[in-house]
């Protein structure tokens, strides 16, 4: 996510970009307008992929994997959701749908 852009313009460039590139993005939940953390869950055909925004150890953003490598269960994924939000309230969450695990725009997942 690009930190000069308000959080609520960039999950709408998501939205936009997604139906572009003829994927589903919904978001589920909207968190504070302006500067929000995101949450996006990929819905990969092996199960959804929550990621997190992070920044590498040279400053450039990428996206975390929360919960490990592979595809998460649904109940840990509503666990870890449920989690972040009491840690962050202005949290927002945004599905993709994304048969073949990636992003519809150009990102570094680690």
Do not use: H, N
């Amino acid at each position: 996510m690009d930190p000069r852009l308000k959080t609520a313009l960039w999950v709408q460039a998501l939205v936009r970009q997604c139906d572009r590139a003829a994927r589903t993005a919904v978001v589920l939940r909207k968190g504070d307008p302006d500067s929000g953390g995101v949450v996006l869950v990929l819905r990969a055909r092996e199960g959804p992929v929550p990621l997190v925004e992070a920044f590498d150890g040279q400053g450039r953003p990428a996206w975390l994997r929360a919960l490990g490598e592979g595809p998460a269960d649904e109940a840990a994924l509503d666990a870890y959701v449920a989690r972040a939000l009491r840690r962050d309230p202005d949290l927002w969450v945004v599905e993709i749908e994304a048969p073949d695990g990636t992003l519809p725009f150009e990102a570094r997942i680690v």
